[in-house]
T-cell receptor, first 112, second 110 residues
Framework: DARVTQTPRHKVTEMGQEVTMRCQPI?????VFWYRQTMMQGLELLAY????????DSGMPKDRFSAEMPDATLATLKIQPSEPRDSAVYFC??????????FGPGTRLTVT | DQQVKQNSPSLSVQEGRISILNCDYT??????FLWYKKYPAEGPTFLIS?????DKNEDGRFTVFLNKSAKHLSLHIVPSQPGDSAVYFC?????????FGKGTSLLVTP
């Protein structure tokens, strides 16, 4: 049963700390997305990669967020320094040859 | 700027009745539309989709209707079941990325 996995599932941190979220896409999926869910904005696209190359990261605050895909089995989203307004659920999703995104369970981030 | 809008944050329906969830979009370049379902503490899961060349797609109890001239799509669930209680997200694509609405929380009461 192929699934997208994300770690950690929950993260509580203090303002100013670095946060790293990890995602393992479904094996064979060549496109990976990062979305953020908040009550106000719903699901916002932050960035996405195809064949590990960044295609669009215009949804990310560039000064503090960075997304990378060091290899085909790992995508990372880093926030440095974190702020309370970054509190949200961060989802990773991957897709193969169709439009159907498969989402991970999310990382719930709380910045105090 | 929200390109996909779900104007009803919540909907309550009795078990056995029809649930109709609505979605509007502004970008005429969108050519593929999807509905996702989300339970608490889980990621969204794909439910049903429709291409812009069609106006209806049906899968069991779920039917999606697309009205391109009105830039409107809807999801019909009939009959509704308590297990359908979840948040439903409408999404649209003009390429790789999906643009999502803010979701509609459906509650199906016994």
């Amino acid at each position: 049963d192929a699934r997208v996995t994300q770690t950690p599932r929950h993260k509580v941190t203090e303002m100013g700390q670095e946060v790293t979220m990890r995602c393992q896409p479904i094996l064979g999926h060549n496109t990976v997305f990062w979305y953020r869910q908040t009550m106000m904005q719903g699901l916002e696209l932050l960035a996405y990669f195809r064949n590990r190359a960044p295609l669009d990261d215009s949804g990310m605050p560039k000064d503090r967020f960075s997304a990378e895909m060091p290899d085909a089995t790992l995508a990372t989203l880093k926030i440095q320094p974190s702020e309370p307004r970054d509190s949200a659920v961060y989802f990773c999703a991957s897709v193969g040859d169709t439009f159907e995104l498969y989402f991970g369970p999310g990382t719930r981030l709380t910045v105090t | 700027d929200q390109q996909v809008k779900q104007n009803s944050p919540s909907l309550s329906v009795q078990e056995g009745r029809i649930s109709i969830l609505n979605c509007d979009y502004t970008n005429s370049m969108f050519d593929y539309f999807l509905w996702y379902k989300k339970y608490p503490a889980e990621g969204p899961t794909f439910l049903i989709s429709i291409s812009s060349i069609k106006d209806k797609n049906e899968d069991g109890r779920f039917t999606v209707f697309l009205n391109k001239s009105a830039k409107h799509l809807s999801l019909h669930i009939v009959p509704s079941q308590p297990g359908d209680s979840a948040v439903y997200f409408c999404a649209a694509s003009a390429g790789y990325a999906l643009n999502f609405g803010k979701g509609t929380s459906l509650l199906v009461t016994p």
